[in-house]
């Protein structure tokens, strides 16, 4: 057993280092120019120094820079990784790492046992999903200053998925594998912090930047982790951030424990927020925020469903029971819970194409419709093409049950169709548009995020068809009715 600042005994999990990554404060990198951030190079001191009292034997380290994918954690399945500096100038900076195998195992055994969903990579498998078996920048840029002073420690790697579903329960479950080994093991959240913070550079300038920082500084001080996990995501996503699922997963492993924070700096040099901090965890347990937040989120739930329409409220009973059982909704059964005669007759009188959108955490998680009309209403039509949007759509794996909770969908019934000669019939929050040419035929809704202008709808909906920029086309457009 080891001794806490506290003085308490500790178990073999030594606490959560949190720490940024920018290239520029490794002095031959920088050149100089790591100056700018002095107060960075401090507080990496201090962690270096919190490092080389603990003596970690392995640190399991959390970069938002591997390979990231949509809705899995990915854990690098090696036992050795190597990274190098050269796509920052600087070939000649070299870092191998051994893996900590028995720790690895026993992470990738919690998580199947867990139903935390992950994918193991290795030499074998990366080419088939496009990943790089490396010690990445953020990876390296802490651990080069750790290893000034100790360096035989292991590693194991890992990058959080995009869709924060069960990061934080994926931290509990990592702190669950290193307390059942016999290693002494630190956690390490690589995290930079809103890069959009200068006014000078309008370009990448944003208010929120300031929030989301303040709120994940304040949070780490004061030790109230909770204001992170339930951050507003109209905070996070306009931060344009690259730390937030790496401190999450990191708090996850404090999860149901009394810590110390220390906050050792904090500044934003070059437009980007940079924070270095130690969280220690105590042997005295506390409520588990895990279930806190499961509470919170399963209340923000039942809200949105008291406020949905008739129309989304079908679709996401669909999507539920086809999630749960794998079987179709039977409208005949479900219409009797329906005390609307009104809306019966709305659902079974109307014919017309509809599309059923899905999104979680404001991503797309799924999309499918009929231009047309393909069933006798839109009750079957809505019931359908819900289904298809969350299981069948392309782009993404289909949707798993502990996501539906999460889940923010809207259903767009399509007006008639009508053919326009010239773009500037068009209008992108009015009207959705359809291109055709020689049978291809691609379709985008209207008022849809990021799409701001008649040529880029446009010219999505030929990607979507595959037809070519050159190609002359046939242009219709449409109206909908959007509900959510």
């Avoid at 920052?88 to 867990?114: C, P, Q």
């Avoid at 802490?142 to 579903?165: E, G």
Wanted: proline share 3%; aromatic share 6%.
């Amino acid at each position: 057993m080891i001794k806490s600042f506290g003085g308490e005994e500790m178990s073999n999990f030594l606490g959560v280092l949190i720490a940024p990554h920018p290239p520029i404060i490794i002095s031959e990198v920088g050149m100089g120019r790591e100056l700018e951030a002095q107060s960075t190079l401090n507080g990496m001191e201090k962690l270096v120094e919190i490092v080389r009292i603990k003596k970690p034997e392995t640190i399991v380290c959390i970069t938002p820079h591997g390979n990231v994918f949509a809705d899995g954690i990915c854990v690098l399945d090696e036992k050795k990784l190597a990274g190098t500096l050269e796509k920052f100038g600087m070939a000649k900076l070299v870092m191998e790492k051994e893996i900590d195998t028995t720790l690895l195992k026993k992470i990738e055994k919690a998580f199947i046992e867990k139903d935390i969903y992950h994918i193991m990579v290795s030499r074998e498998n990366a080419e088939d999903c496009s990943c790089e078996i490396e010690i990445d920048h953020g990876c390296f840029v802490p651990l080069s200053f750790f290893d000034r002073i100790v360096d035989k420690y292991k590693i194991v790697h890992i990058t959080p998925a995009h869709d924060m579903t069960n990061l934080y329960e994926a931290g509990k479950v990592i702190r669950e594998a290193i307390e059942e080994s016999d290693t002494k093991t630190m956690v390490l959240a690589s995290a930079d912090l809103s890069h959009c913070l200068e006014h000078e550079m309008q370009t990448r300038y944003n208010p929120k930047g300031k929030i989301f920082d303040e709120t994940i500084t304040k949070s780490i001080k004061n030790g109230r982790f909770e204001d992170i996990i339930d951050m507003d995501e109209n905070i996070y996503k306009n931060a344009a951030e690259c730390g937030l699922r790496p401190i999450i997963i990191a708090l996850g492993a404090l999860d149901g424990h009394v810590s110390i924070s220390k906050m050792y700096s904090y500044e934003a040099p070059f437009g980007v927020g940079y924070m270095t901090a130690f969280i220690e965890s105590l042997s005295e347990k506390k409520e588990s925020l895990l279930e806190e937040h499961r509470i919170r989120k399963t209340e923000r739930y039942e809200n949105i469903r008291r406020s949905e329409s008739i129309f989304v409220t079908l679709a996401r009973e669909t999507i539920e029971v086809w999630v749960k059982t794998g079987t179709r909704l039977d409208w005949h059964k479900y219409k009797g819970i329906i005390l609307q005669s009104d809306l019966i007759r709305k659902l079974e009188e109307t014919k017309a194409g509809t599309f059923v959108s899905i999104h979680k955490n404001g991503i797309l998680r799924g999309c499918i419709g009929t231009i047309a009309s393909a069933y006798p209403n839109i009750a079957h039509e809505i019931i359908s093409n819900a289904i298809q949007a969350s299981t069948y759509d392309p782009r993404f794996e289909a949707i798993r049950e502990d996501e539906l909770l999460a889940l923010e969908i809207k259903v767009d019934v399509l007006g008639e169709i009508e053919e326009v000669q010239d773009i500037g019939e068009l209008d992108v929050e009015k009207y959705g548009v359809i291109v055709e040419y020689k049978g291809r035929r691609g379709l985008l809704l209207p008022n849809i995020d990021g799409v701001k202008t008649v040529s880029e709808q446009i010219s999505i909906a030929k990607q979507k068809a595959g037809i070519s920029d050159d190609k002359q086309i046939k242009l219709s457009r449409f109206e909908v009715t959007r509900y959510s």
